[in-house]
C-alpha cells in the first residue's frame, strides 16, 4: 500500500494507484508473524484496517 498513491515502474517513471485491500497469503512457518508485521506497519501509517464487507458496501457494492 502506498500513501502517496504512486509507484515507480521499471523505466523509473511513476503512476498513479489506488489501492482499497490488501490479500495477504501465506502458509509458511513465518506466515503469522509477517501478517502481524504488516498489520502493525499499515496501523503506524494510519491505514484503517476494516472487515471487506464495509470496504464493498462503501463502493455501493
Known amino acids: 500500500m ?3 498513491a504512486h509507484s515507480p515502474t ?3 517513471t511513476d503512476v498513479e494507484v489506488a489501492c482499497d485491500t490488501v ?3 501465506g502458509d509458511s512457518p513465518g506466515a503469522i508473524a509477517l501478517a502481524s ?3 502493525a ?3 503506524a ?3 484503517e484496517i476494516t ?3 464495509k ?3 462503501g463502493k455501493g457494492v
Open 23 to 25: 490479500l495477504l497469503h
Open 2 to 4: 502506498n500513501p502517496d
Open 51 to 53: 472487515s471487506l464487507d
Open 10 to 12: 521499471l523505466d523509473g
Open 55 to 57: 470496504v464493498l458496501s
Open 45 to 47: 501509517a494510519g491505514v
Open 41 to 43: 506497519q499499515l496501523l
Open 37 to 39: 508485521r504488516v498489520r
